[in-house]
């Protein structure tokens, strides 16, 4: 069974850090890229960053260029969203995702289309 699965979310404070984990199982997470998207309440899912499988190529949204890392460790089939400088305009739903043939540069803006395998999701809310 394909199976992804976040957490790391929580409540943080403005400036605080976060680290989303994005743990897969039934498949080699190494053979596809992955993608972290977020929805705010009453938005649109929108693309936050992405990996390629084949040479770690990423691309980042502009909002969060400078303060969110993209990783990925094979060995664990586990990807990982480092989120420094938290800002409470961040207050979403993550969710990673796993698409196959994609190539993840600054070319490129993530469209939910392009991935096959979702995660359910963890909340990160940035308030004072």
């Known amino acids: 069974q394909v199976q992804l699965v976040e957490s790391g979310g929580g409540l943080v404070q403005p400036g605080d850090s976060l680290k989303l984990s994005c743990a897969a199982s039934g498949f080699v997470l190494d053979y596809y890229a992955i993608g972290w998207f977020r929805q705010a309440p009453g938005k649109e899912r929108e693309g936050v960053s992405c990996?390629?499988?084949?040479?770690?190529?990423?691309y980042y949204k502009d909002s969060v260029k400078g303060r969110f890392t993209i990783s990925r460790d094979n060995a664990r089939n586990t990807a990982y969203l480092q989120m420094n400088s938290l800002k409470p305009e961040d207050t979403a739903v993550y969710y990673c995702?796993?698409?196959?043939?994609?190539?993840?540069?600054?070319?490129?803006?993530?469209?939910?289309?392009?991935?096959?395998?979702w995660g359910q999701g963890t909340q990160v809310t940035v308030s004072s």
């Open positions: 990996i390629s499988s084949s040479d770690g190529s990423t």
């Open positions: 995702a796993a698409g196959d043939s994609l190539y993840c540069d600054e070319t490129y803006s993530p469209d939910t289309r392009d991935f096959g395998s």
